[in-house]
C-alpha cells in the first residue's frame, strides 16, 4: 500500500462513522496486510466487531452488476386453442389419447396390446 493511502487509512481508523467507502478502505487495508481481521484490529486500535461488522455489509453489497439468463418469448397462445389429439375409441369403449406428433409403429403397438394380440 503507497504511503498516500497508508495515511489516509490511518486517519479513517479513530473516526466516529465511516462512510462506506472508508470501510472500504480499511477492509481492503486489513485484507493487504495479510493479517486476521482480529490481528489488524488489534494492531490499529480498531473494535473487531465494527471490523467484522463492516466486512460483512459490504460484502452483501452488489459490486457488480445482476447476471441476466438468455430466455425467449414464445407468442402468446389463443385463449380457446387446444393442442391437436387423435382419439380412439377401442370396441370395448377404452380410449386412446394421441398427441400431437406420436408415432405411428407406437400406436400400432399399444393397439396390438390392448387388442391382446401382442404381450408387454
Do not use: T, Y
Request: net charge positive; proline share 6%.
Amino acid at each position: 500500500m503507497a504511503r498516500k493511502q497508508v495515511d489516509q487509512v490511518s486517519a479513517i481508523f479513530h473516526k466516529r462513522r465511516w462512510s462506506a467507502a472508508e470501510a472500504q478502505l480499511v477492509i481492503r487495508a486489513s485484507q493487504e496486510s495479510g493479517m486476521p481481521l482480529s490481528g489488524f484490529a488489534r494492531e490499529h486500535g480498531l473494535q473487531r466487531a465494527r471490523l467484522w461488522r463492516w466486512s460483512s455489509r459490504l460484502r452483501k453489497r452488489p459490486g457488480q452488476p445482476a447476471l441476466f439468463h438468455p430466455v425467449r418469448i414464445l407468442e402468446p397462445r389463443p385463449a380457446n386453442h387446444s393442442p391437436a389429439v387423435i382419439e380412439v375409441v377401442l370396441l370395448d369403449g377404452r380410449r386412446v389419447r394421441l398427441a400431437e406428433g406420436f408415432a405411428a409403429a407406437d400406436l400400432a403397438r399399444v393397439l396390438a396390446v390392448l387388442e391382446g394380440v401382442e404381450s408387454c
